[in-house]
């Protein structure tokens, strides 16, 4: 996995074989940048990137001029090697070693955009959309964004705005 665009396009995020995690395509990292880019301003906002794994949509955010992400992520071995990485590139990030609904009970610091991306099995995609927007961690005119199979909707879901089918996934964006 490489970074696309901004700063440090070109950059390898490493990936460790046979980590539990499952990072955004290339090809769809930037088709979320293009249809972000074309409504909100990305340089200067703050990010949330849940379940992040190797960290590839948040790197990418503050490649392209974010002013600060926040990491969440749950597995010790993703978190470690995204907390290294963060250190190497002092990158203006924090990597929170939790699990999501945990992260989410905290008090909020609304962010900007704020990206899902749980694993395709995971089952409370709903509960993690509505803390999201209940508890005020998107900021007003913000977006949020759920990675999800394609064979999943939250087109019911309240703010929903969009969605966008890659192979095998799908992105749903919401509006704060």
């Given at each position: ?7 440090w ?7 460790p ?26 340089e200067?906002s ?23 992400v926040t990491?969440v992520?749950?597995d ?16 203006p ?17 609304p ?17 993690v ?20 199979p ?13 969605e ?13």
């Open positions: 996995m490489r970074i696309i665009r901004g700063k396009q070109g950059r390898q995020i490493p990936f074989k046979g980590a539990p995690t499952r990072p955004l395509t290339e090809k769809a990292r930037e088709a979320l940048f293009n249809i972000l880019s074309n409504r909100w301003t990305i200067g703050r990010v949330i990137d849940l379940f992040a794994g190797a960290g590839t949509v948040g790197l990418e955010f503050l490649s392209r001029g974010a002013a600060h990491f992520e749950r010790n071995q993703a978190a470690s090697l995204l907390r290294s990485l963060v250190h190497q590139w002092n990158a990030a924090e990597v929170y070693q939790e699990d999501v609904l945990q992260f989410l009970q905290r008090p909020p610091q962010a900007d955009f704020v990206f899902a991306g749980p694993p395709f099995r995971y089952w409370q995609k709903k509960l959309i509505t803390l999201i927007f209940s508890r005020g961690w998107l900021c007003p005119g913000g977006c949020f964004i759920l990675e999800h394609v064979y999943e909707s939250y087109r019911e879901m309240p703010y929903f705005w969009r966008e089918r890659y192979v095998a996934s799908a992105l749903s964006f919401f509006r704060g």
